[in-house]
């Protein structure tokens, strides 16, 4: 497993630059688009390892290595995560600017690691079963719909998630999504190990 993320991040190091950049870039920008963007495409980068992935024919490689399908299949998930929570610590470092980070900072990027952890359990599934380039279709229309959401409502957004967090109502939503975040990627594991086996017979 851990020959398989260093395998990615590797990849990702040398091929993804300039989403590496974008991650970067929006990561230190104090707004609330800025860090939406950053999980964004911190949750995009397992796809992009899995269309290496393919041009390279790597599954065919790996089907003659001792790793089992839950090995593969995880392992695109668990760079999904460490991805995720570099963008997050690199948001809180940026936002602290020497100073303590402030609660509406961390619900809000909080919030925004939920979302992009549900964009990922959606997106792997159909990559897993269709391939980078058959998915492309759904995964440019999740991209267009989020866009849409943090352009057009991201200060509304924003101003909800401070206001909540100010008034001590933010707990139980947080909760709940972050349940749904967590239920999500469960589910979208097993359908990804059945998508994968499919895939491969």
């Known amino acids: 497993m851990r020959g398989l993320i260093m395998k990615d991040m590797l ?67 668990l760079l999904g995560y460490i991805c ?19 609660g509406e900072d961390i619900a809000q990027i909080a919030v925004m690691a939920c979302f992009a952890l549900i964009f990922l359990a959606v997106n792997l599934p159909c990559m897993f079963r269709l391939g980078v380039e058959k998915g492309r279709l759904l995964f440019m229309a999740m991209i267009g719909v989020i866009v849409f959401l943090v352009v057009g409502f991201g200060d509304n957004i924003a101003e909800g998630i401070n206001k909540a967090s100010a008034g001590g109502s933010l707990a139980p939503g947080a909760m709940a999504i972050a349940a749904s975040a967590l239920a999500a990627n469960m589910a979208s594991v097993a359908l990804s190990e059945r998508a994968y086996k499919r895939k491969m017979r």
């Open 11 to 77: 990849t990702i190091a040398k091929q993804a630059k300039a989403f590496l950049i974008l991650i970067l870039f929006f990561a230190v920008i104090p707004s609330f688009s800025g860090s939406s963007f950053a999980m964004l495409y911190a949750a995009m980068m397992p796809i992009s390892a899995l269309a290496y992935d393919e041009n390279c024919k790597w599954d065919q490689l790996a089907a003659m290595m001792p790793y089992s399908v839950r090995d593969i299949v995880l392992s695109k998930y």
């Open 84 to 102: 995720l929570l570099a963008t997050g610590a690199l948001y809180v470092t940026a936002a602290a600017k020497g100073t303590a980070v402030s």
